[in-house]
């Protein structure tokens, strides 16, 4: 009989897709060495969420819970597997709704539950993570959950490996960073701080991270849910970073938010930046909204390779689309010398396309200009993406944009690493419908 090595099975079941959950299930039946490495990757990611198409009673533990428990109560082995660690509160939906709310319950597993999975966080020994997805579609405070919770937690989340950690609708506290020595990426979508959030560090410590997601905008909702300082006010040392270190910013903002953020536009050390800017309104799809776009200076970045400017304003008026005119005059001759890859996303609906055909024209032509310009000045350039999203748009329409913009940009001379991609998208289509 013919063995076969360790290293070679190894390859042979990472070839199998990540999503085939049936066939690594399979395979975990047939040996013990097969059964380790396959449970390897079906355990390296658990999300604890509720569905929303399932009916919330607060009697009755989720059975995704159990399950975890007894998970790390029973099987210690399979617990050490786990390396990404998502905590997900949906709303409840109407088709699923609510079969049973005892007195005083939340609706929220989460805390209707807390005991439970405090139970099943302390009894998980010498925990391994290094990713936590931390979602809430109701804003829920830090101090709202139970204390043995949120004790257990930390405890879990203190190990050397964690490193990344990924928030939307949970209110921070100021210290929440504070305890997490090993954090080197963090994503903060759409943040909420509690009230004395930035006097209320409990460490003088800051984590130098290196990669940072900052996704944040006004509107009247979150003008009303935010009682705490302002998250734009927070970002830095009053949370416990330190961003002198950084070296990939993903940001997302109004237009009124960008002079608050100017700050971010002078670390030293980022080598890659995404900007993602919009209306007040971020769901506008007003011609001329009367917002003075923001204005952006990069030319402190002295060792930027990467550049992603996104327009999310539907329009892409003249005023919206001059904050992409702005940065790009303000990057130096050294600075497009030393970029690598730069990509530039619009958004716009196939209506909006017709009525503004003209008008578009000059801003593509504009446009083509800045790329010819960077494919002479550029030595390492090897890179230049336009992206179209167009909601509401046939395939015909789709494909009617997308021969109007490579003919606006195939003059640029830019054809060897240019890519022009227009496409329709659905998200921008719920999201306008108010889904």
Request: hydrophobic fraction near 40%; proline fraction near 6%.
């Amino acid at each position: 009989m013919v063995l076969i090595p360790t290293d070679i099975i190894l390859h042979i079941v990472e070839l199998v897709p990540k999503g085939d959950v049936g066939t690594l299930k399979s395979l975990s039946l047939t040996s013990p060495l097969l059964r380790d490495i396959c449970q390897k990757r079906l355990f390296k990611s658990i999300s604890l969420e509720n569905s929303v198409m399932v009916k919330y009673d607060s009697r009755i533990p989720p059975p995704f819970l159990v399950n975890f428990h007894k998970i790390v109560t029973q099987s210690p082995r399979i617990a050490s597997y786990i390396q990404r660690l998502k905590i997900a509160q949906h709303s409840i939906s109407p088709s699923g709704g609510m079969r049973y709310r005892r007195p005083g319950m939340s609706m929220v597993w989460m805390i209707d539950h807390s005991e439970l999975i405090s139970e099943a966080f302390d009894a998980w020994k010498s925990p391994r993570i290094h990713t936590l997805n931390f979602y809430s579609r109701r804003i829920i405070s830090w101090t709202e959950l139970d204390e043995r919770f949120r004790n257990s937690l930390f405890r879990i989340l203190q190990n050397p490996a964690f490193n990344t950690i990924i928030t939307e609708g949970l209110r921070l506290p100021g210290h929440f960073f504070a305890g997490f020595p090993s954090l080197r990426s963090v994503a903060l979508y759409h943040p909420y701080f509690s009230p004395g959030a930035p006097g209320m560090s409990s460490s003088t410590r800051k984590h130098q991270i290196s990669h940072l997601t900052f996704h944040v905008h006004y509107d009247a909702n979150f003008q009303s849910l935010n009682t705490g300082p302002s998250p734009v006010d927070c970002v830095g040392p009053a949370i416990g970073l330190d961003l002198r270190s950084l070296r990939t910013l993903d940001l997302e903002m109004n237009f009124s938010l960008t002079p608050q953020l100017q700050h971010l536009f002078q670390l030293p050390k980022l080598w890659r930046l995404r900007v993602s800017t919009s209306p007040f309104e971020k769901d506008s799809v007003d011609i001329d909204p009367g917002i003075p776009p923001p204005t952006i200076n990069l030319s402190r970045l002295s060792n930027l390779t990467g550049l992603t400017l996104r327009n999310l304003d539907f329009g892409i008026t003249s005023a919206s689309f001059s904050w992409v005119v702005n940065a790009l005059e303000s990057l130096t001759t050294s600075q497009i010398g030393r970029l690598e890859r730069f990509t530039l996303s619009l958004a716009t609906t196939s209506d909006i396309m017709k009525n503004i055909q003209s008008h578009l024209d000059v801003i593509m032509q504009q446009l083509g200009q800045y790329l010819s310009s960077f494919h002479r000045r550029a030595e390492q350039l090897r890179s230049i993406r336009v992206d179209m999203k167009v909601a509401w748009g046939e395939n015909d329409q789709v494909l009617q944009i997308n021969e109007w913009l490579l003919s606006q940009l195939s003059w640029s001379g830019c054809e060897g690493i240019l890519d022009v991609r227009v496409e329709q998208d659905e998200a921008f289509v719920y999201r306008n419908r108010g889904w």
